[in-house]
């Protein structure tokens, strides 16, 4: 049997209908088939390679620390540098108050920690979250997702949950002394890029401090660069008690992590003794290579350019089968007529050389959020080629 014919028998698969894409070579914006086919990148691996594919610095990094030691044991017990380097880095390009960093493997396991964190810290059960909300896929971070679709297949989930209308005013007083934290994406991702207004961003932090209730914003998809700045949260000027991360964190590599003050996150060390452990979280090699990417995306300023480039696509993604274009840097949202259509518009582009596709909560729309590193003339040839499949689907 061939890989495809492996892949299908023997890899456990998400849907019924894989793209089953043999992808053989990724380098900065593209990535190559087994067939030697050339695809422009428009996903980055769901806002993971913010630097591109296979950034020489990053790779550097994994093979000098791979030859100098892998895993030795679970996170906490050693120094070990690669950990120390980059939670070191990471709370230098932080708020003070940001400057203890749990990592873990991934987002989701960022996102357990955060509510873990949140009801030791403050003695108090009830989480509230928001309707459209994605914070991963584990049965907590499940149970405070914002879609009854997703949940529903897994129930009984966590109790003492309540999932809010986000971006409404109306719902800030429902946050209450018993409140142990309220979880929100700083920009709704898998809604199709919602970002709320200022105004409320900033009343729902005033709400949490009147509380004494944590403050989480989830920042795995919109983080590290992607809106336009190096965190989503400059843009509302709030600083959350606690910060969510991954994706991009690793460079490519898998890591997430939770990030909080010291103050808060020692509740962790007692009562229980190791009240969050974890194997493989902040894994040396990833942690050297999310290290590298980040320096990366500082030193070589990629979010400077980003709002012209994010001008530059809502210049040309204009078509009579565009209902709307919601952006926030380099996260896009392209809202069709209903998700077939969309569908047809994927299709086209992948056949076309152009990797993309759509959103949990929108599938309706197409999804755009390319490596950062993303040239004018490839966000022209992204769009041309966008264009002509909206072309396929005809007059309305």
Not at 26 to 54: E, F, P
Not at 244 to 253: F, P, S, V
Request: charged share 20%; net charge negative; glycine share 8%.
């Amino acid at each position: 049997m061939n890989n495809r014919q492996l892949f299908l028998q023997h890899n456990a698969q998400t849907s019924d209908a894989p793209l089953a894409l043999e992808i053989v070579k990724a380098q900065g914006m593209y990535m190559w088939d087994a067939d030697g086919k050339k695809y422009l990148d428009l996903i980055a691996g769901i806002s993971v390679c913010n630097v591109g594919h296979c950034h020489p610095a990053v790779v550097k990094a994994i093979q000098k620390q791979a030859a100098t030691y892998m895993h030795l044991l679970v996170y906490g017990e050693f120094v070990q540098s690669p950990q120390v380097a980059y939670a070191k880095y990471l709370a230098d390009h932080l708020p003070a108050s940001l400057n203890s960093v749990y990592f873990t493997n991934s987002g989701s396991e960022a996102t357990e920690g955060a509510m873990k964190l949140a009801k030791r810290h403050t003695g108090r059960t009830e989480i509230i979250a928001f309707k459209n909300s994605y914070h991963g896929s584990t049965q907590g971070s499940l149970s405070i997702i914002g879609d009854e679709y997703w949940r529903n297949a897994y129930r009984p989930l966590l109790p003492d949950v309540q999932h809010l209308q986000h971006g409404s005013m109306d719902m800030i007083g429902r946050i209450t002394e018993r409140t142990a934290c309220v979880i929100a994406e700083t920009v709704q991702a898998e809604a199709g890029v919602i970002a709320p207004s200022q105004e409320w961003m900033q009343a729902l932090r005033r709400r949490c401090t009147e509380t004494g209730t944590l403050l989480v914003l989830d920042e795995i998809q919109c983080g590290l660069g992607r809106n336009g700045t190096l965190w989503a949260f400059e843009q509302y000027g709030i600083v959350p008690d606690v910060l969510l991360l991954g994706k991009a964190l690793g460079g490519g590599m898998p890591l997430g992590a939770f990030i909080a003050s010291r103050d808060v996150m020692w509740s962790l060390t007692n009562q229980p003794v190791l009240g969050h452990i974890t194997t493989f979280g902040g894994h040396p090699v990833a942690c050297a290579a999310g290290l590298a990417g980040m320096k990366a995306l500082i030193e070589e300023d990629l979010t400077a350019a980003i709002p012209a480039k994010e001008k530059l696509f809502l210049q040309l993604l204009q078509h009579p089968r565009i209902k709307a274009v919601r952006a926030r840097g380099l996260m896009l949202a392209i809202e069709l007529d209903d998700f077939p259509s969309n569908k047809k518009v994927i299709d086209y582009c992948i056949a076309n050389g152009l990797i993309t596709d759509w959103f949990l909560f929108a599938p309706q729309c197409l999804r755009i959020v390319p490596p950062l590193i993303i040239s004018e003339e490839e966000i022209r040839e992204a769009c041309r080629i966008i264009l002509a499949g909206l072309d396929t689907l005809g007059e309305q």
